[in-house]
């Protein structure tokens, strides 16, 4: 008679994604040299990533948006800042934090170590993003930094590829690259194209960078960095893009560019930068080009 096999009570659970062990794992199977490769690499559990996100009028995108952030396995502060919507936003916001208030009452995790925590900020008027995105610099308790729009074009599965350099002591300052080349770019928009590359050309003239992508949505920050050029930034739209630049270039930080995915959205659907934004870039490059 043949014996039972015997099927063990609990599957053995699977290690988090860029946990030790998951690293370790893979680098047996694989080798550590194609694990480079692929970026897969161990990110230490103590740290903390805070996702920056301005937030105007995004109702429709926003929560699908917090999801792809949430789902993101980091561990991550979510700091929102709605910069005075007037699209129903703000009412999705705020049942985002009742949920939020819930799960913290619930929860059996100190308030520092609950995962994907989510605080909210209101302007009480439009500030534009360069404004909100110094109110969540304020705000935020991580050692890594990450500014993130609230509209979809750019993916947060991408955010371990950006934090690679900085986990690995080899960057100060991430760029997230739409146009180095080797992930998917939706087409739209020539003449948007040229002006940013003209203005990305224009602004290593100054700094004395090689970036190819200076009004990038994605730039990742070590905290020292933060805590350094936030108190001096001044520009409230989209003049933000080039003033951190200047600034990290003068401070001699060290920068990499990681290539990024870009599903850009029309204006139709909700696109907000316009040519008077690119003159105001223009003055900012020059200005914060030749001193603080």
């Given at each position: 008679?043949?014996?039972?096999?015997?099927q063990?009570?609990?599957?053995?659970?699977?290690?988090a994604?860029?946990?030790?062990?998951?690293?370790?794992?893979?680098?047996?199977?694989?080798?550590?040299?194609?694990?480079?490769?692929?970026?897969?690499?161990?990110?230490?559990?103590?740290?903390?990533?805070?996702?920056?996100?301005p937030?105007?009028?995004?109702?429709?995108?926003?929560?699908d948006?917090?999801?792809?952030v949430?789902?993101?396995?980091?561990?991550?502060?979510?700091i929102?800042?709605?910069?005075c919507?007037?699209d129903?936003?703000?009412?999705v916001?705020?049942k985002?934090?009742?949920?939020?208030?819930?799960?913290?009452?619930?929860?059996?995790?100190?308030?520092?170590?609950?995962?994907?925590?989510?605080?909210?900020?209101?302007?009480?008027?439009?500030?534009?993003?360069?404004?909100?995105?110094?109110?969540?610099?304020?705000a935020?308790?991580?050692?890594?930094?990450?500014?993130?729009?609230?509209?979809?074009?750019?993916?947060?599965?991408?955010?371990?590829?950006l934090?690679?350099?900085?986990?690995e002591?080899?960057?100060?300052?991430?760029y997230?690259?739409?146009?180095?080349?080797?992930?998917?770019h939706?087409?739209l928009?020539?003449?948007?194209?040229?002006?940013?590359?003209?203005?990305?050309?224009?602004?290593?003239?100054?700094?004395?960078?090689?970036?190819?992508d200076m009004?990038?949505?994605?730039?990742?920050?070590?905290?020292?960095?933060?805590?350094?050029?936030?108190?001096k930034?001044?520009?409230?739209?989209?003049?933000?893009?080039?003033?951190i630049?200047?600034?990290?270039a003068?401070?001699?930080?060290?920068?990499?560019?990681?290539?990024?995915?870009?599903d850009?959205?029309?204006?139709?659907?909700?696109?907000?930068?316009?040519?008077?934004?690119?003159?105001?870039?223009?003055?900012?490059?020059?200005?914060y080009g030749?001193?603080?």
């Open positions: 008679m043949d014996a039972a096999v015997t063990p009570d609990d599957k053995t659970q699977e290690p994604p860029h946990s030790r062990e998951w690293y370790e794992s893979l680098s047996r199977i694989l080798g550590k040299a194609a694990c480079r490769q692929l970026g897969l690499y161990e990110i230490p559990a103590d740290i903390l990533l805070s996702v920056v996100i937030v105007y009028n995004e109702r429709d995108t926003l929560l948006l917090i999801d792809k949430r789902a993101v396995p980091i561990r991550k502060e979510i929102l800042i709605d910069d919507s007037k129903g936003t703000r009412d916001l705020k985002l934090e009742d949920d939020e208030r819930e799960r913290e009452r619930v929860s059996t995790e100190s308030l520092d170590r609950i995962p994907n925590r989510i605080t909210v900020i209101y302007h009480e008027k439009n500030t534009g993003k360069g404004g909100a995105v110094q109110t969540g610099f304020a935020v308790r991580g050692d890594i930094v990450l500014i993130q729009d609230a509209d979809l074009e750019y993916n947060p599965s991408e955010y371990p590829r934090l690679h350099p900085i986990v002591n080899k960057a100060d300052v991430v997230g690259s739409r146009f180095l080349g080797d992930q998917p939706r087409v928009y020539y003449w948007h194209y040229l002006g940013n590359r003209f203005l990305t050309t224009l602004s290593n003239c100054f700094t004395n960078l090689n970036l190819t009004e990038t949505c994605y730039k990742v920050f070590r905290r020292e960095v933060i805590d350094e050029i936030a108190p930034l001044k520009q409230k739209r989209f003049g933000i893009e080039p003033e630049t200047g600034r990290i003068r401070r001699n930080y060290r920068v990499y560019e990681m290539s990024v995915s870009y850009g959205r029309t204006y139709e659907q909700g696109k907000k930068i316009g040519w008077r934004d690119g003159i105001t870039a223009l003055w900012c490059i020059i200005r030749i001193a603080d």
